[in-house]
């Protein structure tokens, strides 16, 4: 094995190769791996963007023509998941003014989301139940329980895949809330800077959404869809609120009622957002010092189960040992 190695893996054609393999992988890795990497930032500005000109032309169209927009629209042509939701009509059965809710919170917007959350909301109890009766009567899962039990779980998949959509989107809405928390009060700081330099709302939003998008890629398409909508929308007031209703924060409710305050009343709104953004940041540390306090009860159950006994282990250990050799030593 020696002399093969020293014959065959260290000669000088051998480690050139080596080398040029080397050499070859890394040349074709820097030049492909620019194209796998994902820019988050990228994608959502260029959604917002699309927005955007959705808000243009649905504005145009209703200041040009309101009824032909409105026939323009009725006459849209379907097709798929949204002939399948309209021909059952899940809408009215399966959703609400609370689901388009959670579903704007939770980044979702247009009709397309609501169209395929409809369509999921439908179908995955169908496909969970199947999933259920094939695993439990078909490969014998189960197969010492009783016929009733069995049932009864097959029930209990079709009632989780029912549920199964609203859980996603529940937690998919709280992430997006988690990480707008977070960097909210960087983004007031930065807006109160802007205000108090002398720009506008619309710039100002503008602004904050480039400087914030790298801490929180959703604040930052909020902020831009709030200032697409100071844009177009006829009220200011109604682009305000559409960002209080996205997001689904008293934070940010707060902070739209100050701006909606100074716009009617004028009001300064540079000492309405500072304080606003000291109350965040107060209870940004309110929310860490609560996680804080509640580590202690949760680190109980580990320390018992895995530092207890190691602990015990290397405590007691060596004088067990002494103790054991001591007493083979007074037997023999």
């Known amino acids: 094995m020696q002399n093969f190695i020293e014959t065959t893996l260290f000669q000088r054609q051998t480690l050139i190769s080596i080398f040029v393999m080397f050499a070859m992988f890394a040349t074709v890795m820097t030049l492909l791996l620019p194209y796998f990497q994902r820019n988050p930032l990228k994608s959502r500005m260029k959604s917002v963007a699309l927005e955007r000109e959705a808000i243009r032309a649905r504005e145009r169209a209703r200041i040009a023509n309101d009824k032909e927009r409105g026939i323009s629209l009725r006459h849209q042509q379907k097709a ?32 397309n989301p609501l169209n395929i959350f409809l369509f999921m ?9 199947a999933l259920a009766i094939f695993m439990i009567f078909g490969l014998g899962i189960l197969a010492q329980q009783s016929t009733f039990v069995r049932f009864f779980v097959c029930i209990l998949a079709a009632y989780a895949g029912f549920y199964a ?5 529940s937690n998919i809405a709280a992430k997006r809330r988690e990480s707008i928390t977070l960097a909210w009060p960087d983004a007031l700081d930065l807006m109160l800077i802007c205000v ?9 939003f503008r602004r904050v959404a480039d ?7 959703d604040l930052a398409e909020e902020l831009m869809l ?4 100071l844009a177009f929308l006829p009220e200011r007031r109604q682009a305000y609120e559409n960002l209080a209703n996205r997001t689904g924060m008293e934070a940010i409710k707060a902070m739209t009622q100050a701006l909606i305050q100074a716009e009617r009343y004028g009001t300064p709104v540079a000492t309405a957002m500072r304080t606003l953004s000291q109350e965040s940041r107060d209870m940004r540390l309110l929310a860490a010092e609560k996680k804080a306090a509640g580590l202690p009860p949760k680190l109980t159950v580990p320390m018992i189960v895995f530092f207890l006994p190691v ?3 290397v405590i007691l250990g060596p004088a067990m040992i002494q103790i054991f050799g001591a007493g083979g030593i007074a037997g023999n």
Request: charged share 25%; proline share 3%; hydrophobic share 45%.
């Open 211 to 217: 400087e914030i998008g790298v801490q929180s890629v």
């Open 80 to 111: 798929g998941i949204r002939d399948f939701v309209e021909k059952l009509d899940l809408r009215r059965a399966l959703a609400d003014d609370k689901t388009v809710a959670s579903l704007r919170q939770a980044g979702f917007r247009g009709q």
């Open 121 to 129: 909301r439908f179908i995955l109890p169908f496909a969970f139940l």
């Open 196 to 204: 108090e330099s002398g720009m506008s709302t619309e710039a100002a």
């Open 311 to 313: 602990l015990f282990m």
């Open 165 to 169: 959509p609203n859980l996603y989107v």
């Open 226 to 229: 709030t200032n697409a909508e």
